[in-house]
C-alpha cells in the first residue's frame, strides 16, 4: 500500500503542477487518504515534474544559451532573470518572516475559485488583443510577482499565476505565455528544492525511505512529461476555460468539504 500510495502521489503531481489547476490543492486531499509525506518528498516529486519540463525545453534552452550574443535572446535571457530575481528576493523575504497562508481547506479552496475567475478575465481579455507573443519588461515583472502570489498563497497554481499575468500584461498568444511560464519555472523550482532539500537535510533526512523518493521521482517525471506534452498541443487550439471551471467546481467542493470537516 506504501508503494502505491507512493505511485499515485507521483501521478497527481506530475499532472497538477503545470497544468493551471494547483498541485497544492490535490495533494492536501491526496495525502489525507494516502497518508501525509514529508517536506522532502513533495520537494522530490516536484523535482521530478520539474526535470520533464527541462527535458521538453531543452532544445529551446540551448538554443537561447549558445545564441546570447544575438539581441532578442539576449532580452528574452535577461527578462527570465528578472522575473527569478524578484521570486527569488520576495520570496525569501516571505519565507524570513514567515508569511504564508496555512494548507488548509477553505484558503485553498478560495485560491482555486478565486484563480478560475482570473483565467476568465485573462481569456476574455486576450480575445479582445491581436495575439502578441512578445515578452516585454513589464510582462516579467508580473511574472515574477505571480510566482511569489502563488508561493504565498496555497492553492493559487504557479503555472496559472503566471501564464495568465503574462496574458494579462501584454503577452497575449496563449503558447508564448505558457512557456514564458514554464522557462521562469525552471530555474525557480530547481532554487526553491534545493533550499528545501538544503533545509531538510539540515533538520535530520536520514530517515526518508530512498527508495520510495526515487519511485517518486520518475513516476512525478513521466507523469509530468505526458501532461506537459498534451497541454501544450491542446493550447494550440482550446482556450484555458476548461480549467477555470474545473478550478472553480473543485474549490466549491472543497469549500463543502470544509464546512463539513471532512479533512478532521
Given at each position: 500500500?506504501?508503494?502505491l500510495?507512493?505511485?499515485?502521489?507521483?501521478?497527481?503531481e506530475?499532472?497538477?503542477?503545470?497544468?493551471?489547476?494547483?498541485?497544492?490543492?490535490?495533494?492536501?486531499?491526496?495525502?489525507?487518504w494516502?497518508?501525509?509525506?514529508?517536506?522532502?518528498?513533495n520537494?522530490?516529486?516536484?523535482?521530478?515534474?520539474?526535470?520533464?519540463?527541462?527535458?521538453?525545453?531543452w532544445?529551446?534552452l540551448?538554443?537561447?544559451?549558445?545564441?546570447?550574443?544575438?539581441?532578442?535572446?539576449?532580452?528574452?535571457?535577461?527578462k527570465?532573470?528578472?522575473?527569478f530575481?524578484?521570486?527569488?528576493?520576495?520570496?525569501?523575504?516571505?519565507?524570513?518572516?514567515?508569511?504564508?497562508?496555512?494548507?488548509?481547506?477553505?484558503?485553498?479552496?478560495?485560491?482555486?475559485?478565486?484563480?478560475?475567475?482570473?483565467?476568465?478575465?485573462?481569456?476574455?481579455?486576450?480575445?479582445?488583443?491581436?495575439?502578441?507573443?512578445a515578452?516585454t519588461?513589464?510582462?516579467?515583472?508580473?511574472?515574477?510577482?505571480?510566482?511569489?502570489?502563488?508561493?504565498?498563497?496555497?492553492?493559487?497554481?504557479?503555472?496559472?499565476?503566471?501564464?495568465?499575468?503574462?496574458?494579462?500584461?501584454?503577452?497575449?498568444?496563449?503558447?508564448?505565455?505558457?512557456?514564458?511560464?514554464?522557462?521562469?519555472?525552471?530555474?525557480?523550482?530547481?532554487?526553491?528544492?534545493?533550499?528545501?532539500?538544503?533545509?531538510g537535510?539540515?533538520?535530520?533526512?536520514?530517515?526518508?525511505?530512498?527508495?520510495?523518493?526515487g519511485?517518486?521521482?520518475?513516476?512525478?517525471?513521466?507523469?509530468?512529461?505526458?501532461?506537459?506534452?498534451?497541454?501544450?498541443?491542446?493550447?494550440?487550439?482550446?482556450?484555458?476555460?476548461?480549467?477555470?471551471?474545473?478550478?472553480?467546481?473543485?474549490?466549491?467542493?472543497?469549500?463543502?468539504?470544509?464546512?463539513?470537516?471532512?479533512?478532521?
Amino acid at each position: 500500500m506504501d508503494l502505491l500510495s507512493t505511485i499515485l502521489l507521483g501521478v497527481i503531481e506530475g499532472i497538477t503542477e503545470f497544468l493551471p489547476i494547483s498541485s497544492t490543492g490535490h495533494l492536501l486531499i491526496a495525502e489525507h487518504w494516502l497518508g501525509q509525506r514529508s517536506e522532502i518528498f513533495n520537494v522530490v516529486i516536484q523535482s521530478g515534474a520539474m526535470l520533464a519540463v527541462t527535458i521538453i525545453y531543452w532544445r529551446r534552452l540551448v538554443l537561447l544559451a549558445i545564441g546570447w550574443r544575438q539581441p532578442e535572446n539576449r532580452a528574452y535571457i535577461g527578462k527570465l532573470l528578472l522575473a527569478f530575481l524578484i521570486t527569488s528576493v520576495l520570496g525569501l523575504a516571505a519565507k524570513k518572516l514567515g508569511f504564508r497562508l496555512p494548507d488548509t481547506l477553505a484558503p485553498i479552496a478560495w485560491a482555486l475559485i478565486i484563480g478560475g475567475f482570473w483565467i476568465i478575465a485573462a481569456e476574455v481579455f486576450a480575445a479582445r488583443q491581436q495575439a502578441r507573443t512578445a515578452v516585454t519588461w513589464p510582462v516579467a515583472v508580473a511574472v515574477g510577482l505571480a510566482q511569489i502570489v502563488a508561493g504565498i498563497f496555497p492553492g493559487t497554481s504557479r503555472s496559472g499565476a503566471t501564464i495568465f499575468a503574462a496574458m494579462l500584461t501584454g503577452t497575449s498568444n496563449r503558447a508564448a505565455a505558457t512557456e514564458l511560464s514554464f522557462l521562469v519555472g525552471i530555474p525557480t523550482m530547481y532554487a526553491a528544492s534545493a533550499y528545501e532539500l538544503y533545509s531538510g537535510f539540515k533538520q535530520g533526512a536520514a530517515h526518508e525511505d530512498w527508495l520510495d523518493l526515487g519511485v517518486a521521482f520518475v513516476v512525478a517525471a513521466v507523469t509530468a512529461f505526458i501532461a506537459v506534452k498534451w497541454l501544450l498541443r491542446y493550447i494550440q487550439s482550446h482556450r484555458f476555460t476548461v480549467f477555470a471551471v474545473y478550478r472553480i467546481f473543485f474549490g466549491s467542493v472543497l469549500l463543502a468539504a470544509a464546512e463539513l470537516d471532512w479533512t478532521g
